[in-house]
């Protein structure tokens, strides 16, 4: 088993400060700055941690490297752990600030998760505001063995298809590293199409559609035309959503795919070589049955990929990632198999 979700929380923001620059620290100080102003899961709700995740320790879940490994690579037996760190930076609008924090988290996950248990990798964390900025922190640690992708907020400023994007896009390929794509964020537009909700469930039951309109952009804008070694990962966004969006846009292209001849192929072999989805939440129907059709429909035996998305809680159950029983060889290729290739691991 490979696990593509698991959550290292930064204990504090006092955490980063031996990785910044004393004139950031000043800055700190100074500004009484508290860190991005995102929460993707608010305190309140029942979602943010499964029960017993709470290091003995102290701190948030998902802060304790030893804790974090025994309920997860331990507990279930797990080949490899990849790390996301969902300190979204984007949201700080002092983008050199930005910077300074992703490279001291990056700093920061090298010499207190990578070191921590050979198992895990991780994510890298970067300025996505500014891509020129994100490129450079790229080639700072890109390639470091530990790191496999990076990691972006579904929710930005710009669709990522957009060309300001490119130098990201191109980082990431000098180093062989994936590009994720992860659930949240906040870039000061709504998470939906007609403004802003007025409820958390809203906006957490709606981000399905803040991913389908990421994946609209990368193939429409050619990003994958423009670099057609790219991968993405789709993580903690569900999956049951995307047959329906493949129909659509093969559809679509036929009649109007003189808007944009870069396209060559229908959108949905874009979607099968470039993209993978993690499994949690699982937005599956009860039964085996309708779960195969939906797979079969959208090549979900090579596109999913097993994730846990530790500490956060979707179904109340930490050993049952999926509500219905899969044949062993379709559960060995979400469970490890596409994961292997995708990550090139």
Same mark, same amino acid.
């Given at each position: 088993?490979?696990?593509?979700?698991?959550?290292?929380?930064?204990?504090?923001?006092?955490?980063?400060?031996?990785?910044?620059e004393e004139h950031w620290r000043a800055y700190l100080r100074e500004s009484a700055f508290v860190g991005p102003d995102v929460s993707d899961?608010?305190?309140?709700?029942?979602?943010?941690?499964?029960?017993?995740?709470?290091?003995?320790?102290?701190?948030?879940?998902?802060?304790?490297?030893?804790?974090?490994?025994?309920?997860?690579?331990?507990?279930?037996?797990?080949?490899?752990?990849?790390?996301?760190?969902?300190?979204?930076?984007?949201?700080?609008?002092?983008?050199? =600030?930005?910077? #300074? &924090?992703?490279?001291?988290?990056? *700093? +920061?996950?090298?010499?207190?998760?990578?070191?921590? %248990?050979?198992?895990?990798?991780?994510?890298?964390?970067?300025?996505?505001?500014?891509?020129?900025?994100?490129?450079?922190?790229?080639?700072?640690?890109?390639?470091?063995?530990?790191?496999?992708?990076?990691?972006?907020?579904?929710?930005?400023?710009?669709?990522?298809?957009?060309?300001?994007?490119?130098?990201?896009?191109?980082?990431?390929?000098?180093?062989?590293?994936?590009?994720?794509?992860?659930?949240?964020?906040?870039?000061?537009?709504?998470?939906?199409?007609?403004?802003?909700?007025?409820?958390?469930?809203?906006?957490?039951?709606?981000?399905?559609?803040?991913?389908?309109?990421?994946?609209?952009?990368?193939?429409?804008?050619?990003?994958?035309?423009?670099?057609?070694? =790219?991968?993405? #990962? &789709?993580?903690?966004?569900?999956? *049951? +959503?995307?047959?329906?969006?493949?129909?659509?846009? %093969?559809?679509?292209?036929?009649?109007?795919?003189?808007?944009?001849?870069?396209?060559?192929?229908?959108?949905?072999?874009?979607?099968?070589?470039?993209?993978?989805?993690?499994?949690?939440?699982?937005?599956?129907?009860?039964?085996?049955?309708?779960?195969?059709?939906?797979?079969?429909?959208?090549?979900?035996?090579?596109?999913?990929?097993?994730?846990?998305?530790?500490?956060?809680c979707h179904d109340g159950a930490v050993a049952e990632t999926l509500p219905v029983q899969l044949p062993d060889s379709l559960w060995d290729r979400i469970g490890s198999e596409?994961?292997?290739?995708?990550?090139?691991?």
């Amino acid at each position: 088993m490979i696990d593509c979700d698991l959550h290292n929380q930064l204990p504090s923001l006092e955490t980063l400060v031996p990785y910044l620059e004393e004139h950031w620290r000043a800055y700190l100080r100074e500004s009484a700055f508290v860190g991005p102003d995102v929460s993707d899961y608010p305190e309140g709700t029942p979602i943010p941690a499964r029960p017993g995740a709470t290091p003995p320790s102290g701190g948030p879940p998902g802060s304790d490297p030893e804790f974090l490994c025994a309920q997860t690579l331990d507990a279930w037996d797990l080949e490899l752990g990849i790390l996301n760190c969902n300190y979204w930076v984007q949201s700080v609008h002092n983008e050199y =600030l930005a910077s #300074a &924090l992703a490279t001291a988290i990056n *700093t +920061w996950q090298v010499e207190h998760w990578l070191t921590a %248990d050979p198992r895990l990798r991780a994510s890298l964390v970067v300025p996505s505001q500014n891509p020129v900025l994100a490129a450079q922190e790229i080639d700072r640690l890109g390639d470091h063995p530990g790191f496999v992708q990076v990691i972006l907020p579904v929710r930005s400023w710009t669709p990522y298809g957009n060309r300001r994007f490119d130098p990201l896009y191109e980082a990431a390929l000098r180093h062989g590293l994936a590009v994720g794509i992860h659930f949240g964020g906040s870039s000061g537009n709504p998470p939906t199409p007609c403004g802003w909700p007025s409820t958390y469930l809203e906006e957490y039951a709606g981000m399905s559609q803040v991913f389908q309109s990421q994946v609209l952009s990368l193939i429409a804008e050619g990003t994958f035309d423009r670099y057609p070694q =790219l991968r993405v #990962a &789709l993580i903690e966004g569900g999956f *049951t +959503w995307m047959p329906s969006l493949m129909w659509r846009l %093969d559809k679509e292209w036929r009649g109007l795919r003189r808007d944009i001849p870069w396209v060559k192929r229908p959108p949905s072999e874009y979607i099968r070589k470039h993209i993978r989805l993690t499994l949690q939440p699982v937005d599956a129907p009860p039964r085996t049955r309708q779960l195969l059709e939906v797979l079969e429909q959208m090549d979900g035996r090579d596109l999913l990929m097993f994730s846990s998305d530790y500490p956060h809680c979707h179904d109340g159950a930490v050993a049952e990632t999926l509500p219905v029983q899969l044949p062993d060889s379709l559960w060995d290729r979400i469970g490890s198999e596409n994961a292997r290739e995708f990550y090139r691991l």
